[in-house]
């Protein structure tokens, strides 16, 4: 095998790899630990406060919901009774009109008879109770 690919080969391999293997190990210091484990707390606090944001704003999102909800069952309910007490109303209104129209009719024909009557008084009146002179 090391007439196939060659020891100059491997021993540069091995170099690169002893050179990355030293470099890793010198760069991972104390300061190198606490800042790859600030980046990991970052992550994982953000992470966690995104969980946190999504749980508060679902939670808001339904409750408005359900105030909403509740505001419009209670608008419909007033809107109901609103219309059945104006249609209570309107038959109130309705019957006291035609009381009124029938009323007015009645009148007219009273005052149609009153006319007639005073018509007939005052020939009653020129025919028999006028003195000649």
Do not use: P
């Given at each position: 095998?090391?007439?196939?690919?060659?020891?100059?080969?491997?021993?540069?391999?091995?170099?690169?790899?002893?050179?990355?293997?030293?470099?890793?190990?010198?760069?991972?210091?104390?300061?190198?630990?606490?800042?790859?484990?600030?980046?990991?707390?970052?992550?994982?606090?953000?992470?966690?406060?995104?969980?946190?944001?999504?749980?508060?704003?679902?939670?808001?999102?339904?409750?408005?919901?359900?105030?909403?909800?509740?505001?419009?069952?209670?608008?419909?309910?007033?809107?109901?009774?609103?219309?059945?007490?104006?249609?209570?109303?309107m038959?109130?209104?309705d019957?006291?009109?035609?009381?009124?129209?029938?009323?007015?009719?009645?009148?007219?024909?009273?005052?149609?008879?009153?006319?007639l009557?005073?018509?007939?008084?005052k020939?009653?009146?020129?025919?028999?109770?006028?003195?000649?002179?």
């Open positions: 095998m090391l007439k196939t690919v060659g020891w100059r080969l491997i021993i540069v391999t091995g170099a690169i790899y002893g050179v990355l293997y030293l470099y890793e190990r010198l760069s991972w210091t104390t300061k190198a630990k606490e800042r790859e484990f600030k980046r990991q707390y970052v992550d994982h606090a953000t992470a966690k406060l995104r969980l946190i944001v999504d749980l508060t704003s679902a939670n808001c999102s339904h409750q408005v919901q359900q105030e909403l909800s509740t505001t419009f069952a209670r608008l419909c309910q007033l809107v109901d009774e609103s219309a059945t007490d104006l249609n209570e109303e038959k109130n209104l019957r006291e009109l035609s009381m009124l129209t029938k009323s007015t009719d009645i009148a007219k024909i009273l005052r149609n008879k009153a006319d009557l005073k018509v007939e008084l020939q009653f009146d020129d025919t028999f109770l006028c003195v000649k002179n």
